[in-house]
């Protein structure tokens, strides 16, 4: 097994924008490769302007990013490298999407690193294979669903074959069908070994998909670990304004009541702690 | 303008090869320009009409409708064709104005309708392309035949944008109606103010997003996309070769005769 290895580390972040606000006030943040991290936060909190940084797009007034130990270097051959390695779904894909055709849309990011027509081709076939985009593939993009639309986003950056993807808020907007639908993708991307980092307000999901959770606050980072960990302290919770899942809840009540042991591990899935009841005895419910 | 957008893309001559319909119907309106015929004009009007209502999805009513477009312009723009100022009555009309006659000579009148015709038919071209091809593959087409790259990424982006803004200002007209926004003249004219302000700066707004999101993706000033290959089927070019080398012959045979 290949040695865990940091993909990004990012170092005392600082930026501001041009109208004086500042969105980054010294963030600090590392992902190892393959890790599954849930970026959360409220609106406002730094977390699309940290994206930003990871791949060149905004440069930090101070502080420094290393992706795979070795700082950008905002050279136009040292962007174009981190790049390859770096992809971004962007919240809206309308902000994305450029090409009113599916195919050109996705062979875009492909063909800017260089590869030949034919490379691309295959490559761009098989990721609208592989995401299901086939039945949507010869529609005009102004006609596709906004579930269509984010998955040809995704195809977007996943033809590049990046080793770190960011989404930013991929089921934010969409309908629970078409959201678990991108949160399948979402997996499918981990599986195939590629790092992923997303945001999203949905702490039940991030309970289930996170390795880790990293709570944003006023452009720094206030608390990371395990999901369960973080969803379970009421001080981080209260300070970013989330809710705790309802399966923690109802754990967190039954160990109070003495009815669950507080040594069981905290479940993720309500399935979890149906089975830790079920052990129980429903009985003594 | 949407309408046609839908039709082109439910077309079933969509995946035709884009070089042969620009082919052909570019090849019958330069015929049909050079030569203004009565004729040849007629069966081109007569030709693209039925082609296109049987090969796009556009019914017959509404290619009708579509042809009625130009038509009204055509018919302003002629009127001047109609008539002359000459020093006496003569022709088939004539309206004393002072001591000079506006008059309406027979000459005039085939002039302006062979004009009207000749631009119908002109028209009836460009639909049948407009109609069977979408808007990606012309801009393929046109890479193919190197208009400069610039104009063809202006293209791309215009085209997409033109939904994406649409839509916003479709957003934004409805959430006005919302709040009675075209309760009277008075409030419609500053709803659309308001209306085109806000879009402008959403513009502004999207195209930034755009960029850093292109950028993303290592882009470095030139839009490189993958273009579709859809060669002609032999049999469909000699098709072709053989309708418009018909329809010199016949423009040939009309230029002779003389303005048939």
């Keep these: 097994m290949e040695r865990k290895r940091t993909i990004v580390r990012a170092e005392d972040l600082h930026y501001t924008y041009e109208d004086g606000t500042q969105a980054l006030k010294g963030l600090d943040l590392t992902v190892q490769k393959g890790e599954k991290v849930a970026v959360m936060g409220a609106n406002g909190s730094g977390k699309s302007t940290f994206f930003l940084h990871l791949n060149g797009i905004l440069k930090p007034q101070k502080g420094r990013i290393l992706i795979d130990e070795t700082p950008i270097d905002y050279s136009r051959k040292g962007l174009l490298q981190v790049r390859k390695k770096v992809g971004i779904v962007f919240q809206n894909p309308e902000d994305q999407l450029f090409s009113a055709s599916v195919r050109q849309e996705i062979s875009f990011g492909i063909l800017n690193l260089g590869v030949s027509e034919k490379e691309a081709e295959e490559k761009v076939d098989r990721v609208i294979e592989e995401l299901g985009i086939t039945p949507f593939a010869h529609k005009p993009t102004h006609f596709l669903s906004g579930g269509e639309k984010k998955r040809v986003s995704i195809a977007d950056i996943l033809v590049m074959e990046p080793e770190l993807m960011i989404l930013d808020e991929p089921a934010a907007t969409l309908d629970p069908k078409h959201a678990r639908m991108i949160d399948g993708i979402v997996d499918q991307l981990s599986g195939k070994g590629i790092t992923v980092l997303l945001s999203t307000h949905d702490a039940e999901r991030a309970l289930i998909w996170a390795d880790r959770v990293v709570l944003f606050d006023d452009g720094k980072v206030i608390g990371q670990g395990h999901p369960e960990d973080i969803f379970r302290s009421e001080e981080l919770l209260r300070q970013t304004n989330l809710e705790k899942p309802a399966v923690l809840r109802i754990f967190d009540t039954l160990c109070e009541e003495g009815i669950l042991d507080h040594k069981l591990r905290p479940p993720r899935r309500v399935e979890e702690l149906m089975g830790y009841i079920r052990e129980k005895g429903i009985k003594q419910l | ?260």
């Design chain 2, 1 to 260: 303008m949407m309408m046609i957008d839908k039709l082109a893309y439910s077309s079933p001559w969509r995946y035709k090869s884009t070089h042969l319909k620009s082919c052909f119907a570019i090849g019958t309106l330069l015929i049909c320009v050079a030569v203004r015929s009565f004729l040849v004009s007629s069966v081109i009007l007569a030709l693209m009409g039925c082609l296109t209502v049987t090969y796009s999805q556009a019914s017959l009513s509404r290619y009708g409708k579509m042809m009625l477009w130009p038509l009204g312009f055509l018919m302003l723009g002629t009127i001047a064709v109609f008539f002359d100022v000459a020093g006496e009555p003569m022709g088939l009309l004539h309206v004393a104005i002072g001591s000079k006659y506006i008059v309406m000579l027979t000459e005039s009148l085939a002039y302006g309708a062979r004009l009207i015709l000749v631009s119908l038919a002109s028209v009836s071209c460009l639909y049948f392309l407009i109609l069977t091809t979408t808007m990606p593959d012309l801009m393929d087409g046109l890479k193919r035949l190197h208009l400069p790259w610039l104009v063809i990424e202006l293209m791309t982006l215009i085209y997409r944008f033109i939904f994406v803004l649409l839509d916003s200002a479709l957003a934004i007209t409805t959430a006005q109606n919302c709040r009675l926004g075209n309760r009277n003249l008075r409030t419609s004219i500053r709803s659309m103010g308001g209306m085109l302000a806000a879009l402008f700066i959403q513009a502004m707004g999207k195209s930034s997003a755009l960029f850093d999101s292109m950028e993303a993706r290592c882009y470095e000033g030139r839009i490189r996309v993958l273009t579709e290959h859809r060669p002609a089927a032999k049999k469909e070019v000699l098709l072709v070769a053989a309708y418009l080398t018909g329809l010199l012959a016949l423009a040939v045979f009309c230029h002779m005769k003389g303005g048939l």
